[in-house]
């Protein structure tokens, strides 16, 4: 069975101060790995798509990197409007998609 | 505008009361899908398409049907709905990205309360 674990669950950060959210994944054979940002109420917003361990994506403040066992979301420098929900999935064999459950991320001025 | 768009978005109803919440994309995608997301427990997907007339299971599907007649639309619909389907729900859209995997796209979701 697929598993994605992600922490921390929560995450504190004062505007300026770096950190990275982890997402470990069991899955066979893994066919990619997604990120995913939401707000509050609203539908994830798609972030990063990675394919293979050492595979690198980078989005204004925010770094995908991939291993063979977890993916890091690098938060370089953050501000309040990066606070949201991050959220990593892995496509099953089924073309089903397993979601993580989320770190929140709080970004304080 | 690329979007998929849910309708209603928000929605209460009894236990009982046939319910379809409708889902449509303008980005000729053949993948859509349908989430629920519930406190604790995260995004579940519910159902999903590969295209017209081909759906197929997720890992909640119970008390729960779709259909695909059309590329762009991907109702979902809940017969007899019971207070344990409260939750948000989403549906999505995706292409298929290098390994035949898809990234989706989501609207905006449906909050569903049963009472």
């Known amino acids: 069975e697929d598993q994605v674990t992600q922490s921390p669950e929560a995450l504190r950060l004062q505007e300026g101060e770096s950190s990275s959210l982890n997402c470990s994944y069991t899955?066979?054979?893994?066919?990619?790995l997604f990120w995913y940002r939401q707000d509050p109420g609203k539908g994830p917003e798609f972030l990063f798509t990675?394919?293979?361990a050492g595979e690198e994506k980078e989005k204004e403040r925010l770094k995908a990197t991939l291993t063979k066992k977890e993916s890091f979301l690098h938060i370089t420098a953050p501000k309040p409007e990066d606070s949201a929900t991050y959220l990593c999935?892995?496509?099953?064999?089924?073309?089903?998609?397993?979601f993580g459950s989320g770190t929140q991320l709080t970004v304080l001025p | 505008e690329a979007q998929v768009t849910q309708n209603p978005r928000y929605l209460i109803t009894v236990t009982g009361k046939k319910l379809t919440v409708t889902c449509s994309q303008n980005?000729?995608?053949?993948?859509m899908s349908w989430y629920r997301q519930d406190p604790g427990l995260g995004l579940r997907q519910i159902y999903y398409?590969?295209?017209?007339?081909?759906?197929d299971k997720g890992d909640v599907p119970e008390g729960y049907k779709v259909s695909r007649k059309e590329k762009r639309n991907f109702p979902l619909i809940l017969e007899s709905p019971s207070p344990n389907q409260t939750s948000l729900y989403f549906c999505?859209?995706?292409?298929?990205?290098?390994?035949?995997?898809?990234?989706?796209?989501f609207g905006p979701g449906t909050r569903l309360t049963v009472t």
């Open positions: 999505a859209s995706g292409t298929p990205g290098e390994t035949g995997s898809y990234e989706q796209y």
């Open positions: 899955v066979s054979g893994l066919r990619g």
């Open positions: 990675l394919y293979s």
């Open positions: 999935a892995v496509p099953g064999s089924a073309r089903q998609l397993t």
């Open positions: 980005m000729n995608h053949e993948y």
């Open positions: 398409s590969m295209n017209v007339e081909v759906t």
